[in-house]
């Protein structure tokens, strides 16, 4: 059974109340006195009930706000993360490209120049050791990586870290233990 009432606080806004069916034999039985079981009580508890809807009401939409707000924070996320994959995909396509007369070995650096008519090319002479007799524009130093990956001689460092903490975690299998439950461990400590 639907009631509309009309919030004291909100003479403009309505709000419906569902109240439950009412039965004069309840699961077969008869009531002494059904009217004193089906009667519609004091109006202030249903404006109050009322209330209590609308503010039930409020809470669920702020809570889906909020988690539609934490889902759009993470979709933006994400498409930087699909950004930056697909930047690193053309520039290690690019550099796999480059001229080389030499088999390029994964863990070796190699410094990629330019020539004057525009063909990038790689070598293993760094700039340092061309000294200033250097035959051609300087263009990045790279690692070539184990999964065939370039790494720029600036992250190089970094991405070497990286690679050392994940290599520790296969060959210890025990560093992760199995875990059914959330784990704050470090985070209380």
Known sequence: MDRTVCLPSQPDKTTTVTLVESSSAPSGLELVSP????????????????????????????????????????????QEQARKVLEDAKR????????????????????????????????IISPKEWGPSCPHQFVGAFKLQHDMSWTPVDEVQKRDAEIAIMDKLLSQQTALPPCTEPNFEGLIK
């Open 35 to 78: 009217y004193q079981t089906n009667r519609i009580g004091d109006p202030m508890d249903l404006v109050s009930l009322a209330a209590h809807v609308q503010k039930g009401d409020e809470f669920v939409k702020a809570n889906a706000c909020s988690k539609l707000t934490v889902i759009a924070d993470q979709i933006r996320y994400l």
């Open 92 to 123: 290690d396509a690019d550099l796999h490209h480059a001229a080389c007369n030499m088999v390029k070995k994964p863990g070796n650096m190699y410094y990629l120049y330019q020539r004057a008519s525009g063909q990038k090319y790689f070598s």
